[in-house]
């Protein structure tokens, strides 16, 4: 089904009860635009890894592909170049995000700075859920490890960091992470086969838990620093191939 034909479902006459009826449940439940429909479609894809980092975007192909007009794609690439997934060239086009070690650098410093603020006050404000829900993911991270799932186990990783901001209360704190938390599960999705990722990020994961059960947030905060800003390895690796990249190119 295209976005299009999603989009057209429920249209049929009602009568005037039952469109009252339903105007208050679109206040709740609000249909997404065609605009978001694409850049939900895009975002995806680019953080499944099914569009390849630093790949060209076309506009017209991308709304052919989904059945839509040129106008929602447009607006799409600007929703994602505002989550850092896309960027626009001038006279080149849009592509698909890539990373320098430099500004990889940089994100790993906003992610400490909004990590360790949402697990203080998600410590502080919801302890009992918070230690719930990371038990619940570590548990889950075991079994997908042994069964060789990376794909699920990588899905947890980004459901780990976000319980912090879930359990937080806290809106602007997730607002500001959600700026970033698409580029990162991005990164993620591509590292599902570097032989040391998983291992280092497990065990840093379950200390993380469990330090959060000990009560001992000090502690965890200093695990979580040093997961997050551990200058080696995999995501460090991707980096520098970009840059490989990016200098033959511009070569």
């Known amino acids: 089904m ?28 609000r249909p997404k635009s065609l605009t978001e429909l694409v850049a939900d479609e895009l975002r995806a894809e680019i953080v499944s890894g099914a569009l390849d980092m630093g790949s060209a975007l076309s506009e017209a192909g991308i709304a ?3 059945e839509v007009s040129r106008t929602p794609v ?7 170049e505002i989550e850092g997934l896309v960027r626009t060239e001038p006279q080149r086009g849009t592509f698909v995000f890539t990373l320098t070690e430099q500004q990889l650098m940089d994100i790993c410093d ?17 302890p009992g859920s918070l230690n ?3 038990a619940e993911v570590v548990e889950a991270m ?7 799932d990376d794909a699920g186990y990588l899905a947890e990783d980004t459901r780990f960091h976000q319980l912090f901001f879930d359990c937080a209360d806290n809106t ?16 993620r999705n591509r590292l599902g086969g570097h032989p040391d990722h998983m291992a280092k990020s497990y065990r840093e994961h379950a200390r993380i838990a469990e330090q959060v059960a000990e009560g001992n947030v000090d502690a965890a905060v200093e695990t979580l620093v ?11 690796e991707l980096a520098a191939s970009q840059d490989a990249v990016r200098r033959k190119d511009q070569g």
């Open 74 to 80: 447009r607006e799409a690439f600007m929703r994602l």
């Open 2 to 29: 295209s976005i299009l034909a999603y989009c057209m479902l429920g249209t049929k006459p009602v009568n005037r009860r039952a469109r009252r009826q339903e105007s208050r449940v679109q206040r709740i439940e």
């Open 172 to 187: 602007f704190l997730n607002d500001a992470y959600q700026t970033i938390a698409s580029k990162m599960a991005a990164l």
């Open 132 to 134: 719930h829900a990371l």
């Open 64 to 66: 052919r592909r989904l």
């Open 226 to 236: 040093r997961h997050i800003g551990r200058k080696e390895g995999s995501y460090w």
């Open 142 to 148: 075991t079994r997908l490890r042994k069964a060789g």
């Open 110 to 126: 906003v992610r400490v700075a909004l990590e360790v603020a949402a697990l203080r006050s998600s410590a502080a404000r919801n």
